[in-house]
């Protein structure tokens, strides 16, 4: 429940021009381009920031030769008026699509191995429901997509929330971890070995995600034995790459089987005889507490439960 102090803020100081400028600021991290982006004068955008600030009693931005850059509480701030932005927006859209008769749009970012099987199957029971309804889908991290939905960017993620601070913000409903395989090209002249070791593992070719919690993983496990981390790694987050990329060599790459099942029943790829004993965090979905989902959104929820087995059939919807 807000108290009588924010109840002011947000009716008496809180106005359009601010949320556009910050958003703005957060982009730019300069007050001329800023201003030129929400169409306003340099003066005029330097006195809605010292609004602002006097109105909250704290800086927002620490002003630097070159730019401004948003304290802890600019960017508390900068988050929130994209948010409140984004709602108006989605509130537009929404009645737009109503008076047109359109069914309506959803965003959802998901990681890699619900991407390839449970979000196909929720969106296609979505669209069985309610053929008209748009739906936009990215595939990040867990990290880049949780910003997104917490600014409004995203309607709902299927991920993990890796920030504790951002935790008080989201509802997460958990779905499954991801067991590693060791995946290599058909052939591969260790697939015939029972004595594989990791010794073995850190000198050979791999590839690797760019950054992420796997490579963390395995990277610290042979840090644990004493080893030598393997120098022969090619990074890359982009999934339809790695098969041609093992085809060509005796690279080996730590996956979800799930992320390269048609490889593997069609016998180009295949998995080694070792349990590296790799399982990523939970993942589930995520979406905002105290924020009402559009009706495509809701939809778009109750779908990604039905097909993860959480809950019943949907009432169906335009």
Known sequence: ???????????????????????????????????????????????????????LGVALFERL???????????V????????????????????????????????????????????????LL????????????????????EQLRGGELDIVIGRISDPSAAAELDFEPLADEPQSLIVRAGHPW?????????????????????????????????????ERPFDIIETVALPLVPRLLADSDR???????LVQPALDAGTLAVLPFDIGLRTDVYGIVTRKRHHLSPSADAMLAALREAAGLAPPPVRVR
């Open 65 to 75: 030769p070159r730019g401004v850059v948003p304290t802890w509480y600019g960017e």
């Open 77 to 124: 701030l900068i988050r929130r008026a994209g948010a409140a932005l984004a709602e108006m927006d989605a509130a537009h859209q929404e009645i737009m699509e109503g008076v047109a008769g359109i069914g309506g749009r959803v965003s959802v970012g998901s990681v890699l191995t619900p991407a390839t099987s449970l979000l196909p199957q929720a969106i296609k």
């Open 1 to 55: 429940m807000r108290d009588s102090s924010s109840t002011r803020f947000i009716r008496f100081h809180l106005k359009t021009r601010h949320l556009v400028l910050l958003v703005e600021l957060g982009r730019h991290a300069s007050i001329v381009h800023a201003a030129e982006a929400a169409g306003l004068t340099q003066p005029g955008a330097s006195k809605l920031i010292g609004e602002l600030e006097h109105a």
């Open 252 to 258: 080996i790459v730590a996956l979800a089987r799930e």
């Open 127 to 146: 669209k069985e429901r309610s053929p008209r309804t748009q739906v936009a889908v990215a595939v990040d991290t867990s990290r880049t997509m949780v």
């Open 191 to 227: 697939l015939a070995r029972a004595d594989l070791a990791l010794d073995d593992l850190a000198g050979a070719a791999w590839i690797m995600p760019a950054g992420g919690r796997v490579r963390d993983q395995l990277m610290a496990l042979f840090i644990a034995r004493g080893l």
